[in-house]
């Protein structure tokens, strides 16, 4: 085999090999979730997401009304929406097309976790497929994925994904790809890096002097041991996931029904009505920031328990 | 030091070539085409044709890229198929605005974040410290069009405090020269219009200054926190210097380089909030004009402006990597 992995500089130990920890019950993110555990920041954020999600999975059994329907259509005149507990029936009051607001905020969570997910996966996927070639392969197909890469973060990342959205046409899929796609050179340089500086261990040379294939060292033993900043950023990207698809729509490019049920929507239509109806605003724009906040918040704590500098502790 | 700016710029030209030849397949894939969009939807095949002929949609794609970057290397950006007005011009009666908003952001954020973030650590694990940290966190995790609205609704609506939308006054006849309002207001000595202008930015501005400023309260925490206890400023305390010049020369300067990267790195945030501000406080920048060429699919202006952008970002990164050798002098700039 040819040895296209530079023997190792500092001699720095692998801190953690999955096949050597197995057993002994210190593993990496067993001893993460542990350390997590014990950290308020990280139990406020993951209860955060988890009523989120509760909310979002349970939505058709906890909204009144369906999201894009229009029960107070009745209720409402040119001059007067009403309010929260004006009107019988609307806890939240309405919206400007006689939506039911609570209802609507439900659904949307339905449709920011969608959103968010999917374009985090879409980014992570893409990203990382990059960050193999780069990191695994090195030589050529690294520089003309980095160069690529380059390109892609020379143009900030919302308008990136303004950009794509453009392209594709206004829909709820556009935003997931538009998303996504923004995602990809952060991912993939955070992972070529990480590969990067994983390759010269120990490990990875005792790996080569067993005579394992390329390919099994670095999808066996590299990646693995790479993927702990990744799924940090990946935490952290889902907040910025959440706060970009509601930008997005913010600025029209979600498409469909103009009373859909989604953050980014309601605040479109809220500007308008701003000075007579300002919860129409508030409401979902508190939504998105504590959905946000929660994933922040547990990305950064899951951040400190992998670092090497608190582990040791 | 002029070798490697040279360099540096060098190296940027394989990225703007790569960069132009993705915009220009990107702007083509855009759907309904570049004359549908200009002509509207029910627009008859021979003023698509006519349209295709006057603006060249018809030639091969590579006649066209050639024309394209020809064309861009003579700093001819082409004509805005909505306005009608050459691009570079469209943006130079309305970059001004986007400047004038992003100083006003970046003052305001520099100018609380980096104090907020210094006595947060001076204080560290005290109330300050805790609710700094915890207000930058807020500040990171708010949707910059949602306290735009909170600021608006606030301010200019609730209490009547400053005007909630637009430039300047509509009452205000004031003299334009630079298309930078309040500098023209000084200029001209109508300091009436200077003070409207800069009445107007507020409001937009504190919008689009508070997550550049939670992020820069954090780092310079995480900063001095780290350079404070640092052995040369135990050995600056044992001489005996005075904690003024401890302060200001050894923790502060050595603390700034982190603080001054993260600073440059705002730029894109700032460009992407500022399409989103300008768009709730009706502020005629370029973020809205951005804003109404993706609606109007106007090519020209698209590219364009994201090779501008891309130009700026390079140039402010550059700028940044430079200012660290003024910073600490053990920086040599390679």
Known sequence: MSTILPPAAGGSAAPNDPAIDTGRGTGLWKDAFLRLRKNPQAIVGAVIIGLFLLVAILAPLLAPYGGNDLPGRTSITPTTIPGPGEIEGFPLGLDRFGGDVLSKL????????????????????????????????????????????????????????????????????????????????????????????????????????LGLSRRTITMSHLLPNSMGPVIVQATLTLATAVIDAAALSFLGLGGGLPQAAEWGRMLTYAQVELAVAPQLAFLPGACIAITALGFTLLGESLREALDPKTRKK | MLRVIGKRLALLIPTLFGLSILLFLWVRSLPGGPATALLGEKATPEAIARVNELYGFDRPLITQYLTYIGKLLQGDFGVSINTGRPVLEEFATRFPATLELTVIALIFAIGVGVPLGYLAARHYGRFLD?????????????????????????????????????????????????????????????????????????????????????????????????????????????????????????????????????????????????????????????????????????????????????????????????????????????
């Not at chain 1, 197909?141 to 390109?151: A, G, P």
């Not at chain 2, 606030?154 to 930078?180: C, K, N």
């Not at chain 2, 989103?276 to 609606?295: K, M, P, Q």
């Open chain 2, 130 to 334: 805790h609710s700094s940290v915890v207000l930058s966190l807020v500040g990171i995790t708010v949707p910059v069009f949602f306290l735009a609205f909170i600021l608006k609704y606030l301010f200019a609506i609730q209490w009547s405090l400053l005007p909630p939308d637009g430039r300047q006054s509509p009452r205000m006849d004031a003299t334009h020269y630079t298309q930078f309002y309040v500098l023209d207001g000084l200029l001209t000595g109508e300091y009436d219009a200077a003070w409207d202008a800069f009445l107007h930015l507020i409001l937009p501005g504190l919008a689009l200054g508070t997550i550049p400023l939670a992020i820069i309260v954090r780092i310079t925490r995480a900063s001095v926190l780290e350079v404070q206890n640092a052995d040369y400023v135990r050995t600056a305390r044992a001489k005996g210097l005075m904690e003024r010049t401890i302060r200001g020369s050894f923790i502060l300067r050595n603390a700034m380089l982190p603080v001054v990267t993260t600073i440059g790195l705002q730029l894109g945030l700032l460009i992407s909030g500022a399409v989103l501000t300008e768009t709730v406080f009706a502020f005629n920048g370029i973020g809205r004009f951005l804003r109404d060429a993706i609606f109007g699919l106007d090519y020209p202006v698209l590219q364009g402006f994201i090779i501008f952008i891309a130009i700026l970002y390079a140039l402010i990164n550059l700028i940044v990597d430079l200012s660290y050798s003024v910073i600490d002098p053990r920086v040599r700039v390679q």
């Open chain 1, 106 to 209: 439900i659904w949307g969570a339905q449709a920011s976790l969608l959103i968010g997910v999917v374009s985090t996966a879409l980014g992570l996927a893409g990203g990382m497929l990059l960050g193999i070639l780069a990191g695994g392969l090195g030589g050529w197909v690294d520089n003309v994925i980095m160069r690529f890469v380059d390109i892609l973060l020379s143009v900030p990342n919302l308008l990136l994904a303004v950009s794509i959205a453009a392209v594709l046409g206004q829909s709820s899929y556009a935003i997931m790809i538009a998303i996504g796609v923004s995602q990809i050179p952060i991912f993939a340089r955070l992972l070529r890096s990480s590969m990067l500086s994983q390759r010269g261990a120990d490990y990875i040379l005792a790996a080569q002097t």
